[in-house]
């Protein structure tokens, strides 16, 4: 009687040098919106992170309202370009008086025309900051795709985790179902008590019970992954890949100086270039602007009309926007500042998930490589001692359990490496994988 596997459990995830491709892809399609009709199927069949990414990057109901703001943008910047509007007034004097003044006999009417000139190129420099603005709303928008592809990559590794896991309480159940019946049959044998049976049938239990929350837990991973591309049903059958495939990493001094090639930081940079626009702006507004009037006045005594022309200025005695200029420059500072505590906080977690990076990498290679066979080579003795006597039937439980929580934790280490390396090329924005010659 044998209680090996039946089969090898297979554990099933690709993610290095994928989530790479889709987040420069993000960065590209921040300069190409894309509309809300030219949108990709829903994924069907087997579902790859590629196909994944496609799918949330045309069809998520958060991009999707973030192109109506980017459209916003666009409108400001063309009301910016705008000139002031001219005025149109009518003034009437001299009417409804007394003495010679009674009734319309003396009453003097003027139609005028005014224009704002509006100096210091404020018109120029206006356009300016709307433009500025919309181009820190393009780098939003791509860091928010990089927010989308995080989520995907963190949805699609555990939808891996928990396919994987299903099918290792699958192989935990046959292993249960098979254990029980050998018992059984050893028991109608009187070579085994009838209490070994019932601890079979209790294990069996529980297997099947855990086989039936793995299966539950994946079907709410599907239905996670799939939220993200606003679908209520998921049509793919299965998520593809090789969860043990672990490429090296670059080390972390070039990790560490690829921060500021995020979405993120270049958004400071963005950033500052508005708040300039918006010192230059204030600056402007200290120059006040001209009105200027042209129009024709008519006095009903004499039936008689005439030209008038005339101007404005307002005398910047008191208010020469000292506070709204000074209020420019503190923002400019402040962006600066924000900045370097940005990157500064940046470099220190980079740091950390490297280095946890590290250690699960380490911890993977150390149970799969060595724990793993050492475990399979304990169950087949404890089985062949089982077989002769030698062993008892808690022996020969533990080191089934034990080999299966091994399992299970190789599965949960490698998910953690997948995981914690899509978080850092979320935070650097570029690939942490190293191509093999």
């Known amino acids: ?3 090996l596997f039946a089969r090898p459990l297979g554990l ?3 993610v290095i040098g994928l989530f790479t491709a889709g987040a420069h892809w993000a960065v590209a399609a921040a300069a190409e919106p894309r509309s809300m009709e030219a949108q990709a199927d829903e994924p069907a069949g087997l579902l790859t992170l590629d196909g994944a990414i496609a799918a949330a990057l045309a069809r998520n109901p958060d991009l999707a309202a973030g192109e109506f703001a980017v459209k916003a943008a666009d409108a400001r910047v063309a009301q910016a370009r705008l000139r ?6 009518v003034e009437l004097e001299n009417f409804a008086g007394s003495g010679a003044l009674q009734g319309t006999t003396g009453l003097e009417s003027t139609l ?3 224009q704002v000139v509006e100096l210091g190129g404020k018109r120029r420099l206006r356009t300016d900051l709307a433009v ?3 181009d820190v709303l393009g780098v939003e928008r791509q860091a928010q795709q990089l927010d989308v592809l995080a989520e995907v990559t963190r949805r699609f590794i555990a939808l891996i985790a928990a396919q994987d896991r299903v099918a290792l309480a699958k192989v935990t159940s046959e292993i249960a179902q098979r254990t029980h019946e050998a018992i059984g049959m050893r028991v109608q044998a009187a070579r085994s008590p009838e209490a070994e049976r019932m601890r079979s049938s209790i294990a069996l239990t529980r297997a099947r019970v855990e086989q039936q929350q793995a299966e539950s837990e994946m079907r709410a991973a599907r239905q996670a992954l799939a939220a993200l591309w606003g679908s209520e049903r998921p049509a793919f059958t299965e998520a593809t ?9 670059k080390p972390v001094e070039t990790v560490l100086a690829e921060l500021e090639r995020n979405p993120d930081y270049l958004r400071f940079a963005s950033e500052a270039r508005l708040r300039d626009a918006e010192l230059r702006l204030a600056r402007a507004q200290a120059r006040p602007n001209i009105v200027f009037g042209v129009g024709m006045r008519r006095f009903e005594e004499t039936n008689d009309s005439a030209l008038v022309a005339g101007f404005s200025i307002p005398l910047p005695i008191s208010d020469r926007n000292q506070g709204g200029i000074r209020e420019a420059e ?4 402040q962006t600066d500042a924000q900045q370097r505590a940005a990157l500064v906080r940046a470099h220190a977690t980079v740091f950390g998930l490297y280095q946890e990076l590290t250690a699960t990498r380490i911890r993977v290679d150390t149970l799969h490589g060595n724990a793993l066979p050492e475990a399979q080579q304990a169950l087949e003795q404890t089985q062949y001692g089982y077989e002769r006597g030698r062993f008892s039937y808690l022996e020969l439980a533990t080191a089934q359990q034990e080999l299966l929580d091994l399992r299970a934790a190789i599965i949960d280490a490698a998910a953690d490496y997948h995981r914690l390396l899509a978080e850092i090329e979320r935070l650097t924005n570029a690939p942490l994988g190293l191509e093999l010659p």
Not at 84 to 89: A, R
Not at 330 to 333: E, F, K, L, N, S
Request: proline share 10%.
């Open 1 to 3: 009687m044998r209680f």
């Open 330 to 333: 503190m923002r400019r500072a």
């Open 132 to 134: 500025t603005d919309r």
């Open 241 to 249: 890949g090789d969860l043990l495939t672990l490429k090296p990493v």
């Open 12 to 14: 099933r995830i690709a």
């Open 112 to 114: 005028s025309l005014s």
């Open 84 to 89: 002031p509007n001219p005025e149109l007034s």
